[in-house]
């Protein structure tokens, strides 16, 4: 492929306005790409903000560029699809840190999210952010959370037990459940603190991305900031407590192993109104 003279060029006539054939050599000193070839070729390699961003992350949580690659090269469907060589992505990276590195983790995952926007234009993602320009709370969900949420967000689970220390910022879950009994994730945040504004702002906007869709019930740890924020946002809904809270609270206080276990017994055997009222 050295010296070969294949080329087309075509200039721009002024006087009559019209594109103009100059030069066209047709032929080539070498083998022609083929169609699983073509993908390949440097006109066709293009390393995507997505993909930029993704690898960025990643490589903060101590993911090697080159395991980021082979998990992209899996999403897509092989090495062909995956639109880039991974000596082009390192060679963007590079690129990315002499002329414009990010300032910050906040500024990745901004950049990441946009990326998954540009991407699927059902994902959502809000953040605020405080007088300095510094990231402060983040909401995010995308097109399946929402669709599982029309059909199974009946009942919602709100749960902040998780804590990020490295960032002293707490991950709030919107979690439910299908129809086969198994945990699906509406929505997930990450928050500065656990103030009732902060909650009444979290789930004002996770209403907004759900078209204003209310559960019947909801379940929290009996937080109390929380329970003013369902109070304010989701008064129409059924305010219970996580049966896993329930149950270390009985733990606690429950001194005896038979009074537990009937306790345990009562909470998790029984379905019905009748049955649980008869026991209690």
Not at 116 to 142: G, M, Q, S, Y
Not at 182 to 189: E, N, R, T, V
């Amino acid at each position: 492929m050295v010296n070969c003279q294949a080329r087309f060029r075509i200039n721009y006539n002024d006087g009559s306005r019209v594109n103009m054939v100059k030069i066209f050599v047709p032929e080539h000193n070498h083998e022609l790409a083929t169609g699983n070839q073509i993908a390949f070729v440097r006109a066709h390699r293009h390393v995507s903000d997505t993909a930029l961003a993704l690898t960025n992350t990643m490589t903060k949580v101590s993911i090697r560029p080159c395991h980021t690659y082979e998990y992209m090269v899996k999403q897509a469907g092989g090495y062909s699809l995956v639109g880039f060589t991974m000596k082009d992505l390192y060679n963007k990276l590079d690129q990315e840190r002499r002329t414009s590195p990010f300032e910050s983790d906040s500024e990745g995952a901004i950049s990441y999210m946009r990326g998954l926007v540009a991407k699927d234009p059902h994902f959502i993602c809000r953040f605020t952010t405080n007088l300095e320009d510094r990231l402060v709370d983040i909401f995010w969900r995308d097109r399946h959370s929402f669709v599982d949420y029309q059909c199974y967000g009946d009942v919602l689970i709100f749960n902040s037990t998780y804590k990020i220390n490295v960032y002293n910022k707490s991950l709030v879950l919107f979690v439910g459940m299908n129809n086969h009994r198994g945990s699906i994730i509406f929505g997930a945040a990450l928050i500065s603190d656990e103030t009732d504004e902060t909650y009444t702002w979290l789930l004002r906007i996770f209403l907004e991305s759900m078209n204003r869709k209310i559960p019947k019930a909801i379940l929290t740890d009996n937080d109390e900031a929380m329970r003013k924020a369902i109070e304010t946002m989701m008064l129409e809904a059924r305010h219970c407590l996580c049966i896993w809270h329930i149950g270390k609270n009985a733990f606690t206080h429950l001194k005896f192993e038979e009074k537990l276990k009937a306790f345990n017994r009562c909470v998790r055997k029984y379905q019905t109104v009748e049955q649980f009222e008869r026991l209690w």
